[in-house]
């Protein structure tokens, strides 16, 4: 259940009852073919699928996240490092005062890991906070039907082409990773990766993205049992 089907009194008495919540930090950023919030798109998704069966709600998605590499892609807008540390400090602290208590993050864009150290400083403010961080496509659930199919993890490759990701049609075969000598520019970056696809099969069967998705719910719910 997300906050947008809900009005303050429904939190006020959810919070009687049970102290958590999911959280979901995103981006919008170029993806190849696919949606350019398809970081937004996928731990939301996931968020919903694990509320249905538990009831925790699901707090709105964070659209932006830090992207620099990417802005000279069309349609990538990246915050600073700086914003997205504010950010989570000012979303975590406004629902912790209201009784959210146990928060578990379903981060969907590598960018945003800067956060986790202020987490730490966050957790340390707040000693009644507890709080757990998902990074869906890091699993090692997701890593071992990946293996199993014989597919490599990479970004906006087959790994982020569910249904509801897919805005165009995808291109067949698979995309050699190109060689990255290391930190490069925006410019830089698009010259290297072209399409915007890292490397690997472009797409996948059906099967397959829907055991990535049970595997990712099934990561979540077991999360969601804080101590």
Not at 76 to 92: C, Q, W
Not at 163 to 172: A, K, Y
Not at 174 to 190: E, F, I, N, Q, T
């Amino acid at each position: 259940m997300r906050f947008e089907s809900l009005n303050w009194f429904d939190v006020e008495k959810y919070l009687e009852k049970d102290d958590r919540l999911m959280i979901v930090l995103g981006s919008c950023e170029q993806h190849g073919y696919l949606s350019l919030l398809s970081d937004v798109k996928i731990p939301l998704a996931l968020a919903d699928a694990a509320s249905q069966k538990t009831g925790v709600l699901v707090a709105p998605p964070l659209n932006f996240g830090v992207s620099p590499y990417f802005l000279a892609y069309p349609g990538t807008i990246s915050i600073r490092v700086s914003t997205m540390l504010d950010l989570v400090e000012d979303f975590i602290n406004s629902v912790w005062q209201h009784g959210f208590r146990k928060l578990l993050i379903l981060n969907g864009h590598g960018g945003n890991d800067v956060v986790r150290g202020k987490l730490y400083e966050l957790v340390n403010l707040h000693p009644d906070l507890e709080v757990a961080w998902y990074a869906w496509w890091h699993s090692h659930s997701i890593e071992k039907i990946a293996q199993k199919h014989e597919l490599k993890l990479y970004h906006a490759s087959w790994l982020e082409a569910f249904p509801f990701t897919i805005v165009s049609e995808l291109p067949d075969g698979k995309k050699l990773p190109p060689y990255v000598p290391g930190l490069v520019s925006a410019k830089d970056a698009r010259q290297i990766y072209g399409d915007g696809v890292f490397g690997g099969a472009y797409q996948t069967k059906p099967e397959i993205m829907d055991e990535i998705f049970q595997a990712a719910v099934e990561d979540i719910l077991f999360l969601l049992n804080f101590s």
